[in-house]
């Protein structure tokens, strides 16, 4: 049974750490926009914040931080290796640090397992793979500038020679990927957790235009229990076990999102989510370099 007060919960990492379970996602949050969010998601409660070098709003993000006036010590705050920084790891924490006004980052994940040319995205890094960049990533541990590292779009195969590697010291804290009803991934969450591994979710409501506000089995399923789809979409991913990062720049629907307490689905109900049919998923990895993309998709049936 779940507890039914989620909004403040955490889950345990390896390392020792602790991750609130529902942060602020703030990809294609338009510039000028995420300051404002993430101020308004620090006041209304939240304690995690997703960002990226690659979203380009790190900068917005750590004023909307300073804005909030909440203690830096009490927000979770995670950001991403840029696929064209692989071979220049370190440099790459102290950019993100530097843009984010702070000393460290609670984690810091690889983006994805594809070391792209730093002048040319279309071109991978030759002789150069995920395996290399772990161990950069490990040496960040000694700085004091990273609390936890992890990853993000590994699939099964990655982790598998990335946790059997010998220069393999210590495992990803997190690793974070697309989950939603149509792109639940079961295996590899499985995966994930027994191998201590955090599952978190990304475009956990589908993103950007997403079909599944337009679902009728959670239409009926929100209007059944006087929900939001979005706030049945956040609580079916908490009960399933894993943090849910999802994105707003809308201060109500900030609010909104985290209310998930006091409530919550019955076995029944996560089943009919569950036994949603529809397959779909977002980061489709068209910006990827083409030889890398048979490499970094793993099936359907994960
Ligand atoms: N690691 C990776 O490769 C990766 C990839 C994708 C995403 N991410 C992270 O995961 C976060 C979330 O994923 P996402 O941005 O793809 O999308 P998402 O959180 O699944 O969905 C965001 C969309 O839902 C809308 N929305 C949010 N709350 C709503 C509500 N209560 N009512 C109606 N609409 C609502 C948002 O519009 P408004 O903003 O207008 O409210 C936006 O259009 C990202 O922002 C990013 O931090 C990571």
Redesign the pocket.
Known sequence: MSSPELSKKVFALNTGHTVPAIG??????KPGEVEK?VEAALRSGYRHI???AA?GNEAEVGAGIRASGVPRAEIFLTT?LHNQWHTRVSEALGQSLQKLQTTYVDLY?I??PCATDPNDSTKVVPDWDYVQTWVEMQKLLETGKVKSIGV??FGISHLERLLHHPSCRVAPAVN???L?PNRPSPKLVAYNTAKGIHSTA?????????PL?QNQALLDLAQAKGR????VLIRWGLQKGWSV??????AD??R??LAVDGWELTGGEMAAIDAIPQRFK??DGSFLPPVMHDKIFYGDDE
């Open positions: 602020l996602g703030t990809w294609q949050s969010a997703d960002t990226a979203y991403k994940l983006h994805w993000s779009n974070q990927i697309e939603h990304y475009s956990c409501l589908g993103s950007t235009g997403s506000y939001s789809v979005q706030q990062i999802p994105k707003s720049v809308n629907r900030i909104d999102n977002v980061c």
